[in-house]
């Protein structure tokens, strides 16, 4: 359930979940801010009680005892110091446990979404996925220095501040105690005007960042379509709900919290001040009229604070409950490696891929491949072409794992395809993509790509995709940066750092997702000069809109609608008359 939809009190639960999770390593630390928090308060709870000693004892009686009243006075003085000492070093720790804290809940969600499945990201949207990693985690921050801090301060505060006040005159402390259930009436008014507000301001924000990624990456595209008052007029109208949003939780904080609460501290004041004047007030209840003057502002001070609080917490909870539905998304199927699969992996007669009756389909009820079965041997080049919809993605997905086979079988060197583990799985396939995806670093960290491979292993790769001589013409070779996409290079040169990229993982098997159909004649040679020369040594399966790229395959599979309309090499297939394969490749031999 989306954290919109939501019950504020799920969302609470959700947060108080996620807290424990991330903090679970220095809980020892909160314990300690706790009692620090407990002996401050005790100590700020004295001073009053030692102000009415000193007036009550010695002011006004003329009592002048000037060593007791020197100690009296430094101990108002030392215990102030003392309590805000304590309160500065719980407030440090507290700050390192919040930033430590949202360290690892950074980490847990990246590496959460690192492991999703391809199907999540089907649905997502980028800008709102960096908002929920950046935006959302900072938020949960704010729990512990604002939010958790100044609620335990000034919850420990108050019990303190009323147990003294009952000590005092218990008949004076009823009055004061009358004012918290004003105070509930007023959070319960704030939690049901604000929550939805807030919630729906947090929801609009990724709305404003996913929109504001979606326009940068297709700033071409939309420049060309002459789309810019489009996109800014839909942009303006997120806006201003966002704003109109923002603006109905500020009028809930602005005639709800302070306001009111400042309005109760004048009435509590008079009534104090009514009750004392009405009694026969002795010397010696001066001070306590005193003591509960300066209590007074102890207890509408923390009930301020901690109702001002709410807003903040009620955002911080929102975004908390983001990130923990993002967190509850199921993880890819974490694969297993059985030692009899491993022992069929070894064997060489086992095909590179055995598919068998496989039928699939996104949503139900509308298949996309059917009863599919397939072979293809160790060391073949394999092409797969078809018309657009004909499944050919779709069966490069399933290969990938990407998607669960729903259906029938996949066999990889004889192993089941869900019962290789995934470590050894994205060793042995390689994966060269349609769009080629280049890091903003060099072109040594692009083929690399964090395995720790040597100058050697990357050269021989960047040699086998023949991106060697162009990568070495930079101004610093291997090390030069590629820029943001790999912009400082052409479409082609980034299609051969792709395939020297998946080449360097030294794969049994690689994939190829129409890697020729976005670059140019000269560099389609080079590609098919690599190809022919993987020949015999890894399994290629080529996706192809271009039919020239796998004009030489041992293979080609012609898909129709999800089924296998044809099989063969070129010349075999081209000798159907009225074939599909042929049709295709004579319509693309005209427009050529």
């Excluded at 919290?257 to 002795?282: K, Q, S």
């Excluded at 729903?406 to 583990?421: F, W």
């Excluded at 292993?457 to 943001?484: K, M, N, S, V």
Aim: contains cysteine.
């Amino acid at each position: 359930m989306k954290p919109e939809h939501q019950s504020t009190a799920g969302q609470m639960r959700q947060a108080i979940a996620l807290l424990r999770r991330a903090a679970r390593p220095d809980q020892h630390h909160l314990g300690w801010a706790v009692l620090w928090l407990a002996i401050a308060a005790l100590l700020e709870v004295l001073g009053p009680i030692m102000g009415k000693a000193l007036i009550d004892e010695h002011l006004l009686p003329h009592h002048l005892d000037w060593p007791r009243m020197a100690a009296l006075l430094a101990g108002v003085v030392l215990t102030g110091w003392i309590a805000s000492g304590l309160r500065y070093l719980q407030l440090v720790r507290l700050s390192g446990l919040a930033m430590r804290s949202v360290m690892r809940l950074r980490e847990m969600v990246y590496t959460h979404v690192l492991l999703l499945p391809m199907a999540f990201f089907d649905r997502a949207i980028t800008g709102q996925l960096v908002s929920r990693v950046t935006n959302d985690t900072e938020a949960v921050k704010s729990l512990y220095i604002q939010v958790l801090f100044v609620m335990l301060d000034s919850t420990i505060v108050l019990v303190g501040t009323m147990c003294a006040m009952a000590w005092l005159d218990w008949r004076l402390m009823l009055i004061v105690l009358a004012l918290l259930p004003a105070v509930l009436l007023i959070v319960w008014l704030y939690q049901r005007w604000s929550a939805p507000a807030v919630t729906r301001a947090r929801a609009l924000r990724s709305e404003i960042n996913g929109q504001m990624a979606e326009s940068i990456g297709g700033m071409s595209v939309l420049q060309a379509n002459n789309a810019e008052q489009r996109f800014g007029a839909r942009f303006a109208a997120t806006n201003q709900d966002h704003y109109t949003a923002r603006l109905s939780e500020l009028r809930a904080n602005a005639w709800l919290l302070r306001p009111a609460l400042d309005l109760f501290n004048i009435i509590l004041l008079g009534a104090v001040i009514f009750m004392f004047g009405h009694r026969e007030m002795t010397a010696t209840e001066v001070g306590v009229l005193y003591a509960f003057i300066s209590y007074l502002a102890r207890v509408i001070e923390p009930l301020i604070q901690i109702t001002m609080q709410f807003s903040q917490l009620q955002q911080s909870v929102v975004a908390s409950a983001r990130v923990a539905t993002l967190l509850d998304e199921g993880a890819a199927k974490e694969h297993t490696d059985h030692a009899s699969h491993a022992e069929a992996a070894n064997d060489g007669n086992a095909p590179a891929v055995a598919i068998r009756h496989l039928n699939f389909a996104y949503n139900e009820g509308q298949p996309v491949l059917h009863d599919l079965s397939l072979t293809i041997p160790q060391g073949d080049f394999v092409g797969i072409v078809g018309h657009t919809g004909s499944g050919k993605s779709t069966l490069l997905s399933l290969l990938l794992r990407f998607y669960p086979a729903q259906h029938g079988s996949i066999m990889v060197h004889g192993v089941p395809l869900d019962a290789i583990d995934n470590e050894r799985f994205r060793a042995e396939v390689g994966l060269v993509p349609q769009d080629p995806f280049l890091l903003a670093a060099s072109a040594r960290e692009n083929i690399d790509m964090g395995r720790g491979l040597t100058q050697a292993q990357i050269e021989a790769a960047a040699r086998a995709a023949h991106a060697h001589d162009f990568i070495a013409a930079l101004e610093r070779g291997y090390d030069t940066p590629l820029g943001e996409g790999g912009s400082r290079l052409s479409v082609g040169q980034k299609q051969l750092i792709a395939i020297a990229r998946a080449l360097a993982g030294t794969p049994r098997i690689l994939l190829l997702d129409e890697a020729t159909s976005h670059i140019d004649s000269q560099t389609e040679q080079i590609v098919q000069t690599a190809l022919d020369e993987l020949r015999g040594k890894v399994t290629v399966i080529a996706i192809a809109h271009r039919l020239s790229t796998i004009r030489d395959a041992d293979r080609i599979i012609v898909l129709n609608h999800g089924r296998i309309a044809e099989t063969g090499p070129h010349e075999q297939l081209m000798q159907i008359d009225g074939g599909l394969y042929q049709r295709l490749y004579l319509l693309q031999q005209l427009a050529a």
